[in-house]
């Protein structure tokens, strides 16, 4: 175990966040345009090869979790930032679509170990009842991840060009977050005391055979589903309501400052209610902002707030989902519950951005998707009852 302070090593962690989350996420994000015009791609081909690497760390999640029960975080987050630069490095060199993909599935497997799913697991079994205040401080930390690298990455790609700024930044990566993980976080964890009478000692394979996992599941896959299509859609539906592209991408980074505010009030208030009374809350709360977001048709101060309540929603949405497992079966193996548990998650919100798109296409608007997907929110209500 390291015997650094409690404050500082959840400071490391959350620093690690903000770089890795920066680099292994937003940077796409911000240089997809460059990409396709130097490759001739296409935005749309170059984020759907990213959103593989997601869907892979998905499926990675669930060994991550189990490694990081059973070896603890030091040796698979490192080693995890390793395997995230040579990804980058691997983009950077990529001649075509086969190895830019490749790249990306090599990110993956580093997203699952460095990401907010392997973060949780740290911090349940690290600060067990205070975990909900750490958690807390981790996702407002990796909030931070897009403001603080989103000019970095747009700075870069003006003085170099995307593959320089890709590799510069797997070496920013390897340089920045191997010492905070190694240094940081402990080699093994300390043994858990024996459970005492009464206390269940859940294993994962008991879990996801019970019905109140499958709810859980259902609940959280559908809310996800439907908060990430609405709010990253957010845009194109604002602008069919008469915004301007320039007033709609200020919605959408309001929208983003409304996770954070989202996250400070999940964590102040009360938690001595049943488990599945602040997922019920969270996708009630979320089927009636995304059906004002498909029915108000302006102004657009109002449309604004709507958005950034929306955004709050979101934002308390990542704090839900990561108590939701410790909550309810406790933190022993709370990684390889967590792991099984998070993939379908993961795997719903990397399709997020291309699912409100055609969800839109389909129903023919983007105001109907977001009643659609208000529907869809309102399973999640349903089946939170019996998680």
Not at 176 to 197: D, G, I, K, N
Not at 208 to 232: D, G, H, K, N, Y
Request: net charge positive; with cysteine.
């Amino acid at each position: 175990m390291s015997n650094r302070p409690l404050g500082v090593r959840l400071a490391a962690l959350s620093i690690g966040q903000v770089i890795s989350w920066g680099i292994l996420y937003y940077t796409l994000i911000v240089a997809a345009p460059a990409i396709a015009d130097e490759t001739g791609w296409g935005v749309a081909t170059v984020t759907l090869c990213f959103s593989g690497g997601l869907i892979v760390s998905a499926a990675a999640g669930i060994v991550v979790g189990r490694w990081l029960d059973d070896r603890g975080p030091r040796l698979v987050m490192t080693l995890g930032a390793v395997v995230g630069s040579l990804g980058l490095v691997i983009v950077s060199a990529a001649s075509d679509l086969v190895v830019f993909t490749l790249g990306w599935v090599v990110c993956g497997l580093a997203q699952a170990a460095v990401l907010y799913q392997a973060a949780f697991t740290v911090i349940a079994r690290r600060h067990g009842d205070s975990r909900r205040s750490a958690m807390t401080i981790l996702t407002l930390a990796g909030g931070l991840a897009s403001t603080v690298f989103a000019p970095i990455v747009a700075g870069l790609l003006t003085a170099f060009d995307w593959r320089a700024t890709f590799l510069i930044l797997a070496g920013a990566l390897l340089v920045l977050t191997v010492p905070l993980h190694w240094f940081f976080l402990e080699r093994a964890w300390a043994p858990l005391p024996p459970a005492h009478a009464g206390e269940a000692v859940h294993h994962v394979g008991a879990v996801i055979r019970t019905r109140r996992f499958w709810m859980l599941e259902v609940s959280m896959v559908a809310l996800a589903a439907a908060l990430f299509s609405v709010t990253l859609a957010i845009i194109p539906l604002y602008m069919e309501k008469g915004m301007t592209y320039e007033l709609a991408a200020w919605a959408l980074g309001l929208l983003g400052a409304g996770q954070v505010i989202g996250r400070l009030l999940y964590v102040a208030v009360p938690h001595r209610t049943e488990p599945w009374i602040p997922l019920a809350i969270t996708s009630s709360l979320a089927v009636v902002l995304l059906a004002l977001m498909g029915l108000v048709p302006g102004p657009p101060w109002l449309l604004i707030g709507i958005g950034i309540i929306a955004g709050a929603v979101r934002g308390a949405q990542t704090l839900v989902q990561g108590s939701a497992v410790a909550d309810r079966w406790g933190t022993r193996n709370y990684g390889s519950i967590n792991g099984v548990f998070a993939a379908p998650i993961t795997a719903i919100s990397a399709l997020g951005p291309a699912l409100g798109p055609v969800i839109a296409v389909a129903v023919g608007g983007y105001s109907a998707m977001a009643l659609v997907m208000a529907g869809v929110a309102m399973i999640a209500v349903i089946t939170a009852r019996f998680s």
